[in-house]
């Protein structure tokens, strides 16, 4: 079953550009690649979602690697409001199992 | 548009008491789920639901039960709650069930309901 490793925590500088990388060396060829961020009191939010290569989207890119087996998270110009959690998750059996997640604090 | 809409937002029960966790989704989504967080961790599956009419275990089901009422509503019942079941629990759900078929699908989650055992 497919198992993600990322960092427990990151810290970050306003206005930086913010990379988060994940793990995910047993993931299965049909699988796609999911972030998601959760603010305290809150549920998780999609991010972005991915399968190979480059996605873009108004909030974050995500780069994934021919092998598929790491993916990183980018966060383009981070704000005091991008301090979050960040999971990343593939299929776990039926379904998505979350991590710990990347706990990210922006600082001004 | 509400979402995914959890009650009650807090609740406080002793051992042994039971209640009943209540989730409403008005997407018309066929897929809906019961995660719980505890402190410092990732959410963890208790039970989903694939689609109306059918229910199936996650990772954490033991002293929990569930009900897909009909496609909008899925319930989860704590028949005798225990301090081990303080927690936030967060209900989801989605089009289909995730990973299905290959295609990535998009989870909605509820703003939680944080429940504490005494």
């Known amino acids: 079953l497919a198992k993600t490793t990322q960092p427990i925590s990151m810290d970050s500088y306003e206005g930086q550009e913010v990379n988060i990388t994940c793990s995910h060396n047993n993931i299965a060829t049909n699988d796609y690649i999911t972030w998601y961020q959760q603010f305290p009191s809150q549920g998780p939010r999609f991010i972005i979602q991915g399968y190979k290569t480059k996605v873009t989207n108004e909030v974050a890119s995500l780069f994934i690697p021919a092998d598929r087996k790491s993916s990183t998270l980018s966060l383009p110009r981070v704000s005091l409001s991008d301090t979050a959690v960040y999971y990343c998750?593939?299929?776990?059996?039926?379904?998505?199992?979350f991590g710990p997640g990347t706990r990210l604090s922006v600082l001004p | 548009n509400a979402g995914v809409t959890q009650t009650p937002k807090f609740q406080v029960l002793k051992t042994g008491q039971s209640m009943t966790l209540q989730c409403a989704q008005d997407?018309?989504?066929?897929?809906m789920y019961w995660y719980r967080q505890d402190p410092g961790m990732g959410l963890r599956l208790i039970y989903y639901s694939a689609s109306e009419g059918t229910t199936d275990k996650g990772e954490v089901p033991n002293g929990y039960n569930v009900s897909r009422l009909n496609k909008r509503e899925f319930s989860l019942r704590l028949e005798s709650a225990a301090p081990s079941q303080t927690s936030v629990y967060f209900c989801a759900s989605s089009e289909a069930i995730w990973g299905t078929g290959g295609f990535g699908t998009e989870a909605f989650f509820g703003q939680g309901t944080r429940l504490t055992v005494v």
């Open positions: 997407m018309n989504h066929n897929s």
């Open positions: 998750l593939v299929r776990n059996g039926q379904n998505f199992v």
